[in-house]
């Protein structure tokens, strides 16, 4: 195997599978790269069972073969050649040889047969999506995903496609999030793919040119092509929670809020809050003001903002940290918050779109 591939190239392609690099395994094959030269292409491929990724650039192939190299080392060496052009040539006793004008390194490689193959997902039933729209329904869900890993099905999001439309879901016991986006299919399937998965898949898109985005899921896997990068992933078994028995049909109490004002008081709020047990914070919602109260062993704090309330004055409480979380990633500048009473969830939506629906459970209010 001999190939010449630009330096800049060559990182930005090891940039690209290098997440799929397994770091806890006894397999020392898994801590590789697989590296394929052909057809003046070079394939590179990470896996750690779970995820793989496959990536394809050009490069100029003058003997065709492949290898696996340790990533690590491997990333390191490219990263800090000149930008230049690189040679990669396999010498006979397994030494990878890699020059680059004044520097030469001859690095041990593995055996590519050990490799394990990345599964097949036949490719019959996709559907396409926009890179944007889809990287933005991950931003404004992903962060919902529970980090308890006794309930696997909730470090994952929920992939539901029904009528054209495609929702995703997270949730992690104490908040909800539910974005909406439509797509070109005629299919319905639902699945459930782990936070990981989509972290990648929103990193990866960022590097890629292409419009959309090639999704095709099966049982087991779900296959994700981005311009020249596959991505594959396992899915989560098991039954996702029935979230649509969880959204409240109705409200009691309907308040409009500037969505940065909300945010920056809350954030000042959470500062002693922070320093209590729970992040908690106190909404205190009566005709056209919110104050947002919080008390720790520090002090107090006192904050106000002008909202439009429609419906029964209210006073309920949250853990600050759910709520900053969604309103970072909410768009709009408006907001509506709905309650019911201070027990049951609140609700979040932009104030101008139908797309995107957050739910937090509230903290029981202490009698003073």
């Not at 933005?136 to 696997?152: G, H, K, L, W, Y």
């Not at 990068?229 to 039954?239: A, F, P, W």
């Not at 704090?301 to 002008?306: A, N, Q, R």
């Not at 853990?319 to 509506?336: P, Q, R, T, W």
Request: hydrophobic content about 40%; charged content about 25%; overall charge negative.
């Amino acid at each position: 195997m001999r190939f010449i591939c630009h330096q800049k190239q060559l990182i930005q392609s090891i940039s690209i599978v290098q997440k799929a690099v397994s770091s806890k395994t006894t397999l020392p094959i898994l801590k590789g790269i697989y590296i394929e030269a052909i057809n003046n292409t070079i394939k590179l491929i990470a896996t750690d069972l779970e995820i793989g990724i496959e990536h394809i650039t050009e490069a100029n192939t003058y003997t065709e073969g492949s290898v696996v190299v340790d990533a690590r080392l491997f990333s390191e060496i490219i990263k800090k050649l000149p930008s230049s052009e690189v040679e990669i040539s396999l010498q006979d006793s397994n030494q990878l040889c890699i020059k680059c004008e004044n520097s030469e390194f001859n690095i041990l490689s593995y055996n590519p047969q050990d490799f394990p193959e990345l599964p097949v997902v036949e490719e019959n039933y996709s559907c396409e999506i926009s890179q944007d729209l889809f990287k933005n329904m991950i931003r404004q869900t992903v962060f919902a995903t529970s980090q308890d890993e006794s309930r696997p099905v909730l470090t994952g999001a929920l992939l539901e496609i029904e009528d054209g439309t495609l929702n995703m879901v997270a949730l992690d016991g104490y908040r909800l999030a539910l974005r909406r986006g439509k797509i070109q299919s005629h299919l319905d399937n639902k699945v459930i793919i782990p936070a990981k998965t989509l972290n990648e898949i929103n990193r990866i898109a960022n590097n890629e040119e292409e419009e959309n985005i090639n999704i095709t899921l099966t049982k087991n896997h779900g296959l994700f092509i981005i311009g020249n990068t596959k991505l594959i992933s396992r899915l989560l078994e098991g039954e996702f929670i029935n979230y649509k028995q969880i959204l409240p049909g109705e409200y009691r109490s309907k308040v409009k809020a500037n969505t940065r004002d909300l945010l920056s008081s809350i954030e000042r709020a959470s500062l002693l809050a922070k320093e209590g047990k729970n992040n908690l914070v106190k909404f205190i919602v009566q005709d056209h003001s919110m104050i947002i109260t919080s008390n720790s062993e520090l002090g107090k704090v006192h904050e106000e903002i002008h909202v439009e309330l429609e419906g029964e004055d209210i006073e309920i409480a949250f853990n600050s940290k759910y709520f900053i979380e969604a309103l970072k990633i909410v768009e709009d500048d408006e907001i509506y918050l709905e309650f019911t009473t201070n027990l049951s969830p609140g609700i979040l939506k932009p104030a101008t779109s139908q797309n995107y629906t957050y739910l937090v459970l509230p903290v029981r209010l202490s009698a003073d």
